[in-house]
């Protein structure tokens, strides 16, 4: 099946920001475990874990559409404590929900509803599920503060 070439481009900058998301969620995630922030380990490599399947998943339909994917991350910025890792983490997935609206669209206009539900799950995914928890990570910290915060997370 032949697709739309600007779909498949586009595409294929998506793949490489959920690979990059995928590599900080990783780098993250063992920066907790290494600090024995128990719980924020199991959750970011949670994140880690989904955005490789949102990986696939494109990577998959690009295959499909007679395309030939970029497996290359975009750059990547480590944070440097836990509200920074955060945020980080937050921005990203910011940049992601952003990015897949614009890819929806685009799907839209060239008749790819296939690709546009794909893209829509993973928005789903972005806004109500990691979006949503790392905006309640922040707010936490602001509400009880950062040390009893990164106790909470040691369990």
């Known amino acids: 099946m032949q697709g739309h070439p600007e779909v498949i481009d586009y595409l294929k900058e998506l793949l490489r920001g959920e690979l990059t998301a995928r590599d900080q969620y990783f780098a993250h995630s063992r920066i907790y475990e290494d600090l024995g922030l128990n719980k924020l380990f199991t959750r970011i490599d949670h994140e880690m874990q989904e955005e490789t399947q949102h990986a696939d998943a494109i990577l998959r339909r690009i295959l499909l559409l007679g395309g030939r994917p970029d497996m290359r991350p975009k750059e990547l910025t480590l944070g440097e404590n836990v509200p920074d890792m955060l945020r980080k983490d937050l921005a990203a997935e910011y940049a992601v929900r952003d990015n897949l609206r614009q890819g929806m669209a685009l799907c839209e206009q060239h008749g790819d509803f296939v690709s546009r539900d794909i893209l829509l799950q993973q928005l789903h ?31």
């Open 125 to 155: 995914d972005t806004e109500a599920d990691h979006t949503y928890w790392l905006e309640k990570q922040l707010n936490l910290i602001e509400q009880i503060g950062l040390q009893n915060y990164l106790q909470s997370q040691m369990g």
